[in-house]
């Protein structure tokens, strides 16, 4: 096995390449754009697989496949290797972006090359797919039909198997994880893999580390959750008391304000959930978290406090108002937060690149899969007791793994 081997994305403007690359590598921070040709140079990404390193490459669209077509039909005449010949020759500014892909070629293990099958295959196109299949042995190509049309989708299949190229089928924007999963697995079964084992290896170590990665951003999702479950158990309205017991109007006050406290605190939940998983350009449409009179629970001072806030000169006694640990709030509140990282966590990769989509929790479809009522109201009620014992970190370790695989399964 190599130390290093390199991945290379080809194809025309506005083809994918970059929603792709995103999706191959679970980096929303790709620059992925719907404005034609907006990746102006190379992206290439070194990951460390362990065994060995492989650098995945986006590239600039193709901006001349008939000259390039053309050109590479005279150097194979010539036996001469036609990525390299192109570099050599080409020194026209015109074709720089040109001239950068095929640099990238000149030593690639594998050029995916990415297709948009929305509209019938012209003489541009067919340009291209002969131009990769002429790129010879020393590289394997496949090719990815994205945005396919059901109109369309046939005549690309053909011809890509009239060149002798295998092509899988990836909608990069409207993709999941799984469905990314699912490509990988297909891509490593490629015949052209089969006479270098080395490269399926490659590709399974990749996606094996696109899943860690995955699973490691929903498990820290599933301990924020807790963290900020524990914080909204201890959430404090206050307000001086005017008597020895409080009104009824002080008491809507209270409520009141402890609600749109909960509130922000939710919004600002959501809002470093996305930071840590570099989502900040997302918007979130979401109604204001409401709470019910039952959800809060009203904490006033003893008697000999209130007493002592009569006294001249003495602090007055504040009235509390808090989450109930004993009401459903926890339990929405856990479900809620679900919902959206599970939400955030289905979407693919590159759409998030793009920043022009929103979630929208105006419908909630809670998580249909099971939470441990029982033990999310044990933990909130220990957690509003301000309970910092090894049993309860313990219980709050073992909840963090079962909503992790809870936020998994309504994911994928």
Same mark, same amino acid.
């Given at each position: 096995?190599?130390?290093?081997?390199?991945?290379?994305?080809?194809?025309?403007?506005?083809?994918?390449?970059?929603?792709?690359?995103?999706?191959?590598?679970?980096?929303?921070?790709?620059?992925?754009?719907?404005?034609?040709?907006?990746?102006?140079?190379?992206?290439?990404?070194?990951?460390?697989?362990?065994?060995?390193?492989?650098?995945?490459?986006?590239?600039?669209?193709?901006?001349?496949?008939?000259?390039?077509?053309?050109?590479?039909?005279?150097?194979?005449?010539?036996?001469?290797?036609?990525?390299?010949?192109?570099?050599?020759?080409?020194?026209?500014?015109?074709?720089?972006?040109?001239?950068?892909?095929?640099?990238?070629?000149?030593?690639?293990?594998?050029?995916?090359?990415?297709?948009?099958?929305?509209?019938?295959?012209?003489?541009?196109?067919?340009?291209?797919?002969?131009?990769?299949?002429?790129?010879?042995?020393?590289?394997?190509?496949?090719?990815?039909?994205?945005?396919?049309?059901?109109?369309?989708?046939?005549?690309?299949?053909?011809?890509?198997?009239?060149?002798?190229?295998?092509?899988?089928?990836?909608?990069?924007?409207?993709?999941?994880?799984?469905?990314?999963?699912?490509?990988?697995?297909?891509?490593?079964?490629?015949?052209?893999?089969?006479?270098?084992?080395?490269?399926?290896?490659? @590709?399974?170590? *990749?996606?094996?580390? +696109?899943? !860690? /990665?995955?699973? =490691? %951003?929903?498990?820290?999702?599933?301990? $924020?959750?807790?963290?900020? @479950?524990?914080? *909204?158990?201890?959430? +404090?309205? !206050? /307000?001086?008391? =005017? %008597?020895?017991?409080?009104?009824?109007? $002080?008491?809507?006050?209270?409520?009141?304000?402890?609600?749109?406290?909960?509130?922000?605190?939710?919004?600002?939940?959501?809002?470093?959930?996305?930071?840590?998983?570099?989502?900040?350009?997302?918007?979130?449409?979401?109604?204001?978290?409401?709470?019910?009179?039952?959800?809060?629970?009203?904490?006033?001072?003893?008697?000999?406090?209130?007493?002592?806030?009569?006294?001249?000169?003495?602090?007055?006694?504040?009235?509390?108002?808090?989450?109930?640990?004993?009401?459903?709030?926890?339990?929405?509140?856990?479900?809620?937060?679900?919902?959206?990282?599970?939400?955030?966590?289905?979407?693919?990769?590159?759409?998030?690149?793009?920043?022009?989509?929103?979630?929208?929790?105006?419908?909630?479809?809670?998580?249909?899969?099971?939470?441990?009522?029982?033990?999310?109201?044990?933990?909130?009620?220990?957690?509003?007791?301000?309970?910092?014992?090894?049993?309860?970190?313990?219980?709050?370790?073992?909840?963090?793994?079962?909503?992790?695989?809870?936020?998994?399964?309504?994911?994928?």
């Amino acid at each position: 096995m190599k130390s290093l081997y390199k991945i290379v994305i080809v194809g025309r403007p506005n083809d994918g390449k970059s929603s792709i690359f995103a999706n191959f590598l679970g980096d929303d921070e790709v620059a992925v754009s719907p404005i034609p040709g907006e990746t102006k140079h190379m992206q290439p990404r070194e990951i460390n697989l362990g065994k060995c390193n492989v650098e995945v490459i986006d590239t600039p669209g193709l901006q001349h496949p008939e000259t390039v077509f053309f050109s590479f039909k005279d150097y194979v005449a010539a036996g001469r290797n036609p990525a390299n010949a192109f570099v050599e020759e080409f020194k026209d500014p015109r074709y720089a972006h040109d001239v950068e892909i095929m640099k990238a070629l000149s030593d690639a293990d594998i050029c995916m090359l990415v297709v948009n099958a929305d509209n019938f295959v012209g003489h541009t196109q067919k340009c291209l797919l002969d131009t990769f299949s002429m790129l010879g042995s020393g590289v394997a190509v496949l090719g990815l039909v994205n945005r396919k049309d059901d109109d369309f989708i046939g005549e690309w299949r053909d011809n890509f198997a009239i060149r002798a190229m295998e092509c899988f089928e990836f909608d990069a924007f409207k993709t999941k994880f799984s469905d990314c999963a699912r490509l990988f697995d297909e891509i490593c079964s490629a015949s052209s893999l089969r006479v270098r084992s080395d490269l399926g290896e490659v @590709l399974r170590a *990749l996606k094996a580390n +696109r899943t !860690s /990665l995955w699973r =490691s %951003n929903i498990d820290a999702a599933a301990g $924020e959750i807790l963290n900020s @479950l524990k914080d *909204l158990m201890n959430l +404090r309205s !206050s /307000l001086k008391m =005017s %008597n020895f017991s409080i009104s009824k109007d $002080e008491s809507s006050r209270l409520h009141g304000d402890f609600s749109s406290m909960v509130s922000a605190f939710v919004s600002g939940f959501r809002r470093e959930v996305l930071r840590r998983f570099r989502y900040s350009g997302i918007r979130v449409n979401a109604p204001d978290f409401k709470l019910s009179d039952s959800q809060m629970r009203i904490i006033l001072p003893n008697v000999i406090r209130r007493l002592w806030g009569k006294m001249p000169f003495a602090k007055k006694p504040d009235a509390l108002c808090a989450a109930n640990p004993n009401s459903d709030l926890p339990e929405i509140f856990a479900r809620d937060a679900v919902f959206f990282v599970s939400s955030i966590a289905s979407f693919s990769y590159a759409k998030s690149a793009t920043k022009e989509f929103e979630i929208d929790l105006s419908k909630r479809g809670f998580a249909p899969v099971f939470i441990n009522s029982e033990k999310l109201a044990r933990f909130s009620i220990r957690a509003a007791n301000g309970d910092e014992s090894d049993s309860f970190f313990a219980m709050q370790n073992a909840l963090r793994e079962e909503l992790a695989d809870v936020i998994m399964q309504s994911a994928k």
